[in-house]
């Protein structure tokens, strides 16, 4: 049974540049959260997709958008990148968010 | 605004040492309470799973406990071993869905 499944590993982008991140949920889950950590700090709320719609948002810009999938999957759009974005993006799944969440293994972004 | 603190920031302990880390939070009206493990530059790995009904869950050597009224969990390891160091980090969700996470706790354990 395959967990939360995130693309790429590791990237490394320009300021000013744009990113897309991927999420692949757990089977049987249908709700995916986002989740910014930088270094040395707890993971703070990005925002979370259910159905499709974005259902719940953190204290993040418009430049952090996203999207979710008809098979529950995800992505995370950053625009305008800044040097105080990078940090290790971390994609969560649960089922209606009541039984707990399962993380993927994140993101590196690097922006430089 | 609901906020957690974990209580040491980081933690050496001899191997074969129990421990215990410890979580509390402002707002007691949370729905779950799960506790995670980080490893360097890794995801999180889910240990344990508190619903808000629950006072306790067990896991093989771990045990966590939590007290709402009190706004406090806290993590038991018994009989610790070097493959436990790693960052601990409590993360609970109240009305909506959004998990609030600590900082975490860093430990090490030593041979």
């Known amino acids: 049974d395959a967990g939360v499944t995130q693309s790429p590993t590791h990237l490394i982008k320009t300021r000013g540049q744009q990113v897309t991140l991927r999420c692949s949920p757990k089977?049987?889950?249908?709700?995916v959260s986002w989740y910014q950590q930088a270094l040395g700090q707890g993971p703070q709320f990005i925002f979370q997709?259910?159905?499709?719609?974005?259902?719940q948002r953190g204290n993040f810009p418009d430049r952090f958008s996203g999207h979710q999938f008809p098979n529950y999957s995800s992505e995370l759009n950053v625009n305008a990148l800044l040097l105080g974005d990078s940090a290790l993006y971390l994609c969560?799944?649960?089922?209606?968010?009541?039984?707990?969440?399962?993380f993927g293994s994140g993101t590196r972004l690097t922006v430089v | 605004k609901q906020e957690v603190t974990q209580i040491p920031a980081a933690l050496s302990v001899p191997e074969g040492e129990n421990l215990v880390l410890n979580c509390s939070f402002t707002?007691?009206?949370?729905?779950?309470l799960q506790w995670f493990r980080q490893d360097p530059g890794k995801g999180l790995t889910s240990l344990l799973l508190?619903?808000?009904?629950?006072r306790e869950q067990t896991s093989g050597r771990l045990n966590a406990s939590l007290d709402k009224s009190s706004g406090r969990s806290t993590l038991y390891i018994a009989a610790s071993q070097p493959g436990d160091s790693a960052t601990y980090l409590c993360?609970?969700?109240?009305?909506?869905?959004?998990?609030?996470f600590g900082t975490g706790t860093q430990l090490k354990v030593e041979l």
């Open positions: 089977s049987g889950h249908d709700t």
């Open positions: 993360a609970l969700t109240g009305g909506g869905n959004k998990l609030t």
């Open positions: 969560a799944s649960s089922f209606g968010g009541n039984y707990g969440y399962t």
């Open positions: 508190i619903q808000s009904s629950q």
């Open positions: 707002d007691s009206a949370i729905y779950n």
């Open positions: 997709y259910y159905e499709e719609e974005e259902r």
